[in-house]
């Protein structure tokens, strides 16, 4: 039982931590390299930009590292305050991680604005990322979501 709780521990420390990666660049799933991926939210309450990391190529069972940017609508201003979640997802759409399950909770929440999710893809192929805003700013919006698809060598 500690170990566990220790493992979630170190899992929350983890996904709560915030770094600041300059200008990576990602290859979408069009091939087209691109500094940062932005999405924006499917009802359009905030843009999403994801920044991987290292950047120029993902690999199966290397440790890659996203940094998420939650921005106001059309800007490069963070939002703060954000109530989200972090899901991969394989190529049949079935989740491989949640990161808010991954601590046995409903939702994460970001004070600053950014945070960066280490995971390792186990096998090469097409994954995509969903990231799903349940609320901003203390106050609960209905579910939106911006995701990301790409491919893993």
Not at 126 to 133: A, D, E, F, G, T
């Amino acid at each position: 039982m500690i170990q566990q709780i220790s493992n979630c521990l170190i899992m929350l420390g983890f996904i709560l931590t915030i770094t600041f990666i300059v200008g990576p660049t990602f290859t979408d799933s069009f091939g087209v390299a691109n500094p940062n991926l932005v999405q924006p939210t499917s009802s359009g309450s905030l843009d999403v930009r994801i920044s991987p990391s290292p950047s120029e190529v993902i690999n199966a069972n290397e440790p890659v590292k996203f940094k998420v940017d939650f921005l106001e609508p059309g800007s490069d201003k963070i939002q703060v305050h954000v109530d989200y979640d972090f899901q991969v997802m394989d190529n049949n759409e079935k989740e491989i991680l949640s990161a808010a399950k991954q601590i046995s909770q409903p939702l994460l929440h970001t004070a600053e604005g950014s945070v960066t999710i280490p995971f390792i893809f186990p096998s090469p192929g097409k994954y995509s990322i969903n990231i799903p805003v349940l609320g901003i700013n203390f106050i609960p919006i209905n579910p939106e979501s911006a995701k990301f698809d790409f491919t893993v060598k």
